[in-house]
């Protein structure tokens, strides 16, 4: 009996050792990946923004067609992440709080833009809303121009980040069920007290990460929005068409100083994103004790 007892506690202590030294390489290999696909990326776009020093740097994120590419950014970004802040937060309380003939089908419309290129949306609504597109006569009747103008470019931009809140809100709320609001409605409270007192506090932290990554796919769009924009330098270019274009002209210097400023945007979102995702684990942790 001895014999077979320190056979298994040799058996167990070599399995130990192969499971430490498994879960030891599983880890180097993650880190190794991570440096090579992330970290040296950053490092080759920081090295050559800083190439000729802190004055180009400068020079190149004070030039007015960048100033121009950040305004232009920040106000598709100002307008599209609230417009699509509202329809998840509508389309989330629709499909988790009522039942409706149709209900599958909007939850199979609101992940299509993960399923089509983004070029490809570009596209449509230049098909659309091109001086040669469905609309387009009315349009040019009307004086309204949208396709190389800001409607274009923020309507791609809500086209390519739809899903994001929805997406975040649907399973939370689906999961939260509607008995506080129930309890709510029994109470004498409205539509508007329910969602204020008692909708919101529950999913706030999904809300607020739903928006963080919405506002980050719409900082680094490129595809829909180069199609709809027409390129044209200090009016319709956002910063990742502005990095584009000064790469294209082999100031690469110029383009990587501009990349970094995306970067600084990215890691702010980053940081965000990370806090709020704890917010909400920390949120669903608690509700699954209760």
């Given at each position: 009996?001895?014999?077979?007892?320190?056979?298994?506690?040799?058996?167990?202590?070599?399995?130990?050792?192969?499971?430490?030294?498994?879960?030891?390489?599983?880890?180097?290999?993650?880190?190794?990946?991570?440096?090579?696909?992330?970290?040296?990326?950053?490092?080759?776009?920081?090295?050559?923004?800083?190439?000729?020093?802190?004055?180009?740097?400068?020079?190149?994120?004070?030039?007015?067609?960048?100033?121009?590419?950040?305004?232009?950014?920040?106000?598709?970004?100002?307008?599209?992440?609230?417009?699509?802040?509202?329809?998840?937060?509508?389309?989330?309380w629709c499909v988790s709080k009522y039942e409706f003939p149709g209900k599958s089908l909007l939850v199979t419309l609101i992940d299509l833009p993960f399923?089509?290129?983004?070029?490809?949306?570009?596209?449509?609504?230049?098909?659309?809303f091109g001086a040669q597109g469905l609309f387009g006569d009315w349009l040019s009747e009307h004086d309204i121009q949208i396709i190389f103008a800001l409607p274009g470019i923020v309507l791609a931009t809500i086209f390519v980040t739809l899903p994001f809140v929805a997406r975040e809100l649907i399973?939370?709320?689906?999961?939260?069920?509607?008995?506080?609001?129930?309890?709510?409605?029994l109470l004498g409270a409205n539509g508007w007290q329910m969602f204020w007192h008692v909708t919101l506090p529950n999913i706030k932290w999904g809300l607020i990460y739903g928006v963080v990554l919405c506002t980050a796919r719409a900082l680094?769009?490129?595809?829909?929005?180069?199609?709809?924009?027409?390129?044209?330098?200090?009016?319709?270019?956002?910063?990742?068409?502005?990095?584009?274009?000064?790469?294209?002209?082999?100031?690469?210097?110029?383009?990587?100083?501009?990349?970094?400023?995306?970067?600084?945007?990215a890691l702010i979102i980053l940081l965000l994103k990370q806090w709020s995702e704890a917010r909400l684990s920390r949120l669903k942790s608690d509700a699954a004790e209760e």
């Amino acid at each position: 009996m001895s014999s077979i007892t320190l056979n298994a506690a040799a058996s167990a202590n070599a399995a130990r050792r192969g499971n430490v030294l498994g879960r030891r390489l599983l880890i180097a290999a993650a880190w190794l990946v991570f440096a090579v696909f992330l970290l040296l990326p950053l490092y080759v776009v920081l090295s050559e923004a800083l190439k000729l020093g802190f004055g180009t740097f400068f020079d190149a994120l004070l030039e007015p067609d960048a100033i121009s590419a950040l305004e232009l950014t920040l106000l598709a970004v100002g307008i599209s992440v609230p417009l699509n802040l509202v329809f998840g937060l509508a389309a989330a309380w629709c499909v988790s709080k009522y039942e409706f003939p149709g209900k599958s089908l909007l939850v199979t419309l609101i992940d299509l833009p993960f399923s089509v290129s983004p070029v490809i949306a570009g596209l449509i609504y230049v098909l659309l809303f091109g001086a040669q597109g469905l609309f387009g006569d009315w349009l040019s009747e009307h004086d309204i121009q949208i396709i190389f103008a800001l409607p274009g470019i923020v309507l791609a931009t809500i086209f390519v980040t739809l899903p994001f809140v929805a997406r975040e809100l649907i399973p939370l709320m689906q999961e939260q069920g509607t008995q506080e609001e129930e309890a709510a409605r029994l109470l004498g409270a409205n539509g508007w007290q329910m969602f204020w007192h008692v909708t919101l506090p529950n999913i706030k932290w999904g809300l607020i990460y739903g928006v963080v990554l919405c506002t980050a796919r719409a900082l680094g769009e490129f595809g829909a929005v180069s199609v709809v924009s027409g390129h044209i330098r200090g009016f319709t270019n956002t910063l990742p068409l502005h990095v584009e274009i000064l790469y294209n002209e082999y100031n690469h210097v110029a383009a990587f100083s501009v990349a970094s400023l995306l970067l600084v945007l990215a890691l702010i979102i980053l940081l965000l994103k990370q806090w709020s995702e704890a917010r909400l684990s920390r949120l669903k942790s608690d509700a699954a004790e209760e």
